[in-house]
């Protein structure tokens, strides 16, 4: 083996799971160790089978030893809520704040679809999750994120009435687009026809004929053609009232 074939060997086998997971066992335990491991999990595994024992195994302790820096399994989830979160402050809101209020939401609305996408099965906890007020409305549920997107609003010039008006419609389109494409992207949404057919159902969908002549069409992935088209009709809404 080559040398340059030789290193990017050795770079491959630091990014597996395996070694990611030896690595943390080497760290000094804590709350952002544990939170860190308990995303990865359910990125890779799913909510459902995350528990206080296999995410020890992970970390290579016993249960008892994360009761320490987490309570319990909803605290656990809502930690790993909240770290998402955070990872959605430092990439939106630590970046060169765009010139225009138009470049700012089309900004802002990629950056949380950057974060859903690489998180698809974590995405519909922050929808559900309660948030850090009752008055913020998922996915921008957190209040500093929330806070700089208002004060983005505001030296834009928007008044105080806008910018909810802005907060809760931007917050309504990102919620709806997003939880269908990242329920997709877990393997939660299944494909209509194909999956019909193979559990012998070809017979109802004769019943259907122009449902079964679109199939093609409907299967298609069309997510980010249509986020960009609905952000686009927003973008046009808020300019009829912002003047």
């Known amino acids: 083996m080559t040398e340059g074939g030789a290193a990017s060997s050795r770079h491959r086998a630091a990014d597996s799971p395996a070694a990611v997971t030896a690595a943390s066992a080497r760290r000094p335990l804590g709350r952002e160790l544990i939170l860190r491991e308990a995303v990865r999990f359910i990125d890779q595994r799913g909510q459902d089978r995350l528990t206080m024992r ?15 820096y987490v309570p319990g399994r909803e605290q656990l989830l809502d930690g790993v809520v909240d770290y998402v979160m955070n990872e959605l402050y430092e990439t939106t809101m630590t ?29 519909p906890m922050v929808a559900v999750r309660p948030p850090a007020a009752p008055w913020l409305r998922p996915p921008l549920r957190s209040l500093r994120w929330v806070e700089g997107f208002l004060e983005a609003l505001a030296s834009f010039g928007f008044s105080a009435q806008e910018s909810v008006m802005v907060y809760r419609a931007f917050a309504t389109f990102l919620l709806g687009h997003l939880l269908l494409e990242t329920a997709t992207l877990a393997g939660e949404a299944e494909p209509v026809v194909e999956d019909a057919i193979g559990n012998g159902m070809t017979e109802q969908l004769a019943e259907y004929p122009r449902l079964t002549s679109l199939s093609a069409q409907l299967a298609q992935d069309a997510f980010e053609d249509e986020f960009d088209n609905a952000l686009h009709d927003l973008i046009t809404r808020v300019a009829g009232f912002h003047r």
């Open 95 to 123: 970046a060169e704040r765009a010139t225009t209020w138009q470049a700012y939401l089309r900004q802002m609305a990629h950056g949380v679809r950057n974060v859903a996408i690489a998180h698809p099965r974590i995405f």
């Open 54 to 68: 296999r995410l020890g195994a992970e970390l290579s302790v016993e249960a008892m030893a994360l009761y320490r």
